[in-house]
Nanobody
Framework: QVQLVESGGGLVQAGGSLRLSCAAS????????MGWYRQAPGKQRELVAT???????NYADSVKGQFTISTDNAKNMVYLQMTSLKPEDTAVYYC?????????????WGQGTQVTVSS
């Protein structure tokens, strides 16, 4: 069983910063990628940023230069540093991990953490 637990969400004023964390735990061989997605009310879930085990990062155009993804492979954690936050960044942020276990890769999701940016 694999579990992803996010933390670090909350309420922040526009222009502020937040750091999200996600920890993967359980029985698995390795983590292929970890990343962040978000879903605003009435919208589809969208990619925010992903990072591979080789520290290759990919960002949505809307957050380039504003958000930074990082990983701690030894701790099976991924972080999302969010700066210059805007009201349109308000969403539930989900951690996703693609994990290799028992000969196959599987995608796992966290429960989500709410980020609310007030104007």
């Amino acid at each position: 069983q694999v579990q992803l637990v996010e933390s670090g969400g909350g309420l922040v004023q526009a222009g502020g910063s937040l750091r999200l964390s996600c920890a993967a735990s359980g029985s698995f061989s390795s983590i292929e990628t970890m990343g962040w997605y978000r879903q605003a009310p009435g919208k589809q879930r969208e990619l925010v940023a992903t990072a591979t085990s080789e520290d290759s990062a990919n960002y949505a155009d809307s957050v380039k230069g504003q958000f930074t993804i990082s990983t701690d492979n030894a701790k099976n954690m991924v972080y999302l540093q969010m700066t210059s936050l805007k009201p349109e960044d308000t969403a539930v942020y989900y951690c996703k991990a693609v994990i290799f276990r028992t000969l196959f890769t599987y995608a796992y999701w966290g429960q989500g953490t709410q980020v609310t940016v007030s104007s």
